[in-house]
């Protein structure tokens, strides 16, 4: 790769201006990142496939709705700063795009860091906080791979309450549930029964005990049936489901880290990134909450929005388009 | 490991014969879920099948509409009415009376149909009303075939019955999803061995009951056909 930027140096010199200026123009620069994006865009500029373009990057998402618009955010985000992108959504699993990302195939790709660590990264982990989970995630992803910065949005498990029974107790954490606990029916995943984080997890944790636990299915139609019917109190809900916002829910705040933080992150091949495309990810991540994107989701899945016209109003309420 | 010895392995563990959600409770549960949806399948199928076998009127439309019937997904409509009618006793009890009615109204208007017409002339000409045909002549002889609906629709229930865990009720089942979502195979297998097992029993109850309930001349009349 070393050679072949020598050999193409004047146009990966004209690329590294083009981008020092974008750079400018996002006001923040250092000599390290345009140094990378000098060589990335070298290398981009030497593959006669690349089309000759100064900076192109392949953004990927899973299979499901809510990856599918982050990296819809991702991408437009990424051409409003000029970045050159094309997109691959709905590729499958995480087993199948992992690789690609290790490889290169795939530049981009939205993550959520709790799942990401234990699932492909160290199994093994036990940590829990956003900041515990980053920084294992730092320390043991592959040298081709980073994380940027992580979004405060969290898609994580959550004890899920109707807007009704909240209001009664006046709950609005876990540990709210103390007084409660043994007279509500929880649903949940079978295997929540036996998982760490599960019911051992919230005695552990916070002390409860309920009355019954109703197994049900994965934060799916079953569950919020049953919460909605009073079949249980309380369920195991992905803090972004969007029933939480047309079934009118309260996701119960985790101030104790039962469930391991899922901050939405961006997965990165390394050798593909410079400081634009850097600062451009990290500066829509800290914009994103998970209020924004349970809205976003509502949007793409309840009122069946598409995903281009969700990502470009939010990116233009938060004026980074 | 093959199937057999991690269902093995787990029916023989002594402790999940034991206490709350054990073995012997969740066979009970089971049957309960059974029992119930059969009883009100039968008490709608047969009189049902025996009226339009006796009379012959919308056989066809009748037949096809429970042929197709078998066609609705039993999994499918329990989520279904898990999610618009709520968790009452409709929501499991509904998708296996529909599981088990075809089979046993098929059967029944085919056996009290099928009877031979000079039987039916003879009845009809000794004076018998239409109700004396059909319960003193028809049903007897149409039992036998109505026993194979009755069994052929406890067999399916007994087996579908699994699905009331997916809505948080126990049974069978629950061994078998459990299991699953947590990877433990030796509840999977041995869940799914211990319904192949009660099918089994079913049948065997079905050999006894028809030895009892029908009449030795049809026997003989069916044993000498068979010869």
């Known amino acids: 790769m070393r050679t072949r930027t020598a050999a193409t140096g004047g146009m990966a010199a004209i690329a590294a201006i083009t981008l020092a200026a974008v750079a400018a123009c996002s006001s923040s620069a250092s000599s390290s990142s345009s140094s990378s994006s000098a060589s990335a865009s070298g290398s981009g500029s030497s593959n006669p496939l690349s089309g000759g373009s100064s900076t192109s990057v392949v953004i990927g998402s899973a299979n499901f709705p809510e990856n599918e618009l982050l990296a819809t955010v991702y991408a437009q985000a990424l051409q409003a700063k000029g970045v050159k992108v094309s997109t691959k959504l709905n590729i499958g699993a995480r087993e199948v795009y992992y690789p690609q990302v290790e490889k290169g195939t795939i530049s981009i790709i939205p993550e959520y860091n709790g799942t990401l660590l234990t699932v492909e990264v160290d199994k093994t982990s036990t940590a829990k906080t956003t900041a515990d989970v980053d920084a294992a995630l730092a320390a043991k992803l592959p040298s081709t791979l980073q994380v940027l910065n992580p979004a405060p949005a969290q898609d994580s498990d959550s004890i899920t309450v109707t807007q009704a029974t909240a209001n009664k107790d006046h709950l609005k954490s876990i540990a709210d549930l103390k007084p409660y606990a043994a007279n509500m029916a929880l649903g949940a995943p079978p295997e929540f029964k036996t998982r760490s984080d599960g019911i051992a997890g919230l005695k552990a944790t916070y002390g409860l005990t309920f009355k019954s636990f109703v197994p049900l299915d994965e934060s799916g139609p079953l569950t919020l049936a049953a919460l909605q019917d009073g079949k249980v109190q309380a369920a195991d809900v992905f803090t972004t489901t969007p029933q939480i916002v047309t079934d009118k829910l309260v996701s119960l705040a985790d101030p104790k880290f039962n469930f391991a933080a899922q901050n939405v992150i961006p997965l990165v091949y390394k050798p593909a990134m410079n400081a634009t495309i850097i600062n451009t990810l990290n500066a829509v991540d800290a914009k994103l909450t998970t209020e924004a994107l349970l809205q976003m989701d509502n949007a793409v899945i309840t009122e069946h929005a598409s995903y281009s016209t969700v990502a470009a109003g939010f990116l233009q309420a938060e004026g980074l388009s | ?227």
């Not at chain 2, 999994?75 to 529909?98: D, E, K, N, Q, R």
């Not at chain 2, 109700?131 to 067999?155: F, Y």
């Not at chain 2, 030796?186 to 028809?210: K, R």
Request: include cysteine.
């Open chain 2, 1 to 227: 490991m093959s199937f057999f010895s991690y269902a093995w392995d787990w029916v023989t563990t002594s402790a999940n014969w034991h206490g709350s959600d054990s073995i012997p409770q969740q066979i009970l549960a089971h049957l309960g879920y059974c029992i119930l949806p059969l009883l009100i399948a039968a008490l709608i199928a047969i009189p049902a099948g025996v009226v339009i076998g006796h009379t012959g009127r919308g056989a066809a439309f009748v037949v096809n509409v429970a042929n197709s019937w078998r066609a609705i997904p039993t999994l499918g409509l329990l989520i279904l009415l898990a999610v618009y009618l709520g968790f009452s006793i409709l929501t499991w009890l509904l998708p296996l009376v529909v599981l088990a009615i075809p089979p046993i109204l098929i059967n029944t208007y085919e056996g009290v149909a099928g009877v031979d017409p000079d039987v039916k002339d003879a009845a009809r000409g000794m004076g018998m009303t239409s109700w004396k045909q059909v319960t003193r002549v028809e049903l007897p002889i149409a039992l036998p075939l109505v026993l194979v609906g009755l069994r052929t629709s406890a067999i399916f229930v007994v087996a579908t019955a699994t699905i009331a865990a997916y809505i948080g009720l126990g049974g069978l089942g629950r061994f078998i999803i459990d299991g699953l979502a947590s990877n433990e195979y030796g509840p999977v297998a041995g869940g799914a061995l211990l319904v192949v097992v009660l099918a089994v029993l079913v049948l065997a109850l079905f050999a006894v009951l028809s030895r009892l309930v029908v009449p030795v001349g049809l026997r003989r009349q069916a044993k000498a056909q068979q010869d």
